[in-house]
């Protein structure tokens, strides 16, 4: 009997997704390397500030920002949401957000070139750690910008023995779905030596870097920035 495809990814898979790679012979281990923890924001600088255009990084910003606020807040704003995952979260509230092609820092401000953002009020809802990149762009076309940090992500040190005796047999594959889950990888097992051999698979460019940037090099991101995508990506390269 030939030896399964062992894979690894960052993240819990929807049914379809695991019975497609259960199919396909792939043995995985789907778990999440990181959890959000809530931060203190004020809402009542939101509603003052009374934005025109509002951006949301994650579904978990939008989870954490509306535990805070009303989304009637937000009518008649425009709303920015990046990736699938999080326009979903914002159309069960109500929204019909915007979503850039690209599920990314420039994919946004690209989008965000298209809406004339000079004078405008721009909301960013966000975590703690976060790249600046669509700041900063606001911040050159003279937009008024007002960031809410409403959650941080810490490391799940609780998968460490569930990792750890996953990676004790060859694992062929790895797919990370942040920067923030692969460096939770590392700091949790503290093994940089599991991932040996193993072809690593980024959500996106982003992630790609901080792989890279750790020393790693790692397969080119699927066309699309998400779970799904990432599963394609796998089966293409088994069927190549």
Same mark, same amino acid.
């Not at 995952?85 to 420039?106: I, M, R």
């Not at 959500?203 to 901080?210: D, K, M, N, S």
């Not at 890279?212 to 790692?218: L, R, T």
């Given at each position: ?5 062992? +894979? ?5 898979? @929807?049914?379809?997704?695991?019975? =497609? ?21 004020? @809402?009542?600088?939101? *509603? ?11 579904? #978990?910003?939008?989870?954490?920002? +509306? *535990? ?9 704003? *425009? ?22 092609? #690209? +599920? ?12 004339? $953002?000079?004078?405008?009020? $721009? ?17 050159? !076309? ?33 797919? +990370?779905?942040?920067?923030? #889950? ?8 503290? =093994? ?9 698979? @980024?959500?996106?460019?982003?992630? !790609? =870097? ?11 991101? @699927?066309?699309?920035?998400? $779970?799904?995508?990432?599963? #394609?990506?796998?089966?293409? !390269?088994?069927?190549?």
């Amino acid at each position: 009997m030939p030896v399964k495809t062992r +894979f690894f990814i960052s993240k819990e898979l @929807p049914p379809h997704l695991a019975e =497609r790679l259960s199919s396909e012979g792939v043995e995985f281990l789907a778990t999440p390397l990181i959890k959000t923890v809530p931060l203190e924001f004020k @809402p009542e600088k939101v *509603t003052a500030f009374s934005p025109d255009i509002a951006v949301f990084s994650s579904k #978990n910003g939008v989870k954490h920002f +509306f *535990t805070r606020v009303d989304p009637r807040e937000l009518e008649g704003v *425009t709303v920015v949401a990046v990736g699938s995952a999080t326009a979903k979260a914002l159309e069960e509230l109500g929204f019909s957000p915007l979503v850039p092609e #690209n +599920f990314s820092g420039e994919g946004v401000v690209e989008l965000l070139k298209e809406l004339s $953002v000079k004078g405008k009020k $721009v909301l960013i809802v966000r975590p703690k750690k976060a790249r600046s990149v669509v700041q900063d762009f606001l911040e050159a !076309q003279g937009a008024e910008l007002l960031e809410a940090v409403v959650y941080e992500t810490l490391p799940r040190r609780e998968v460490k023995e569930e990792l750890e005796r996953f990676f004790e047999k060859k694992v062929d594959y790895a797919a +990370f779905t942040s920067p923030s #889950n692969f460096k939770a990888f590392l700091s949790v097992t503290g =093994r940089e030596e599991l991932l040996k051999g193993v072809k690593l698979l @980024p959500i996106g460019h982003v992630t !790609q =870097r901080a792989i890279e940037k750790a020393g790693f090099k790692p397969l080119e991101p @699927p066309r699309e920035y998400t $779970v799904e995508g990432i599963v #394609n990506r796998l089966l293409e !390269q088994l069927h190549r």
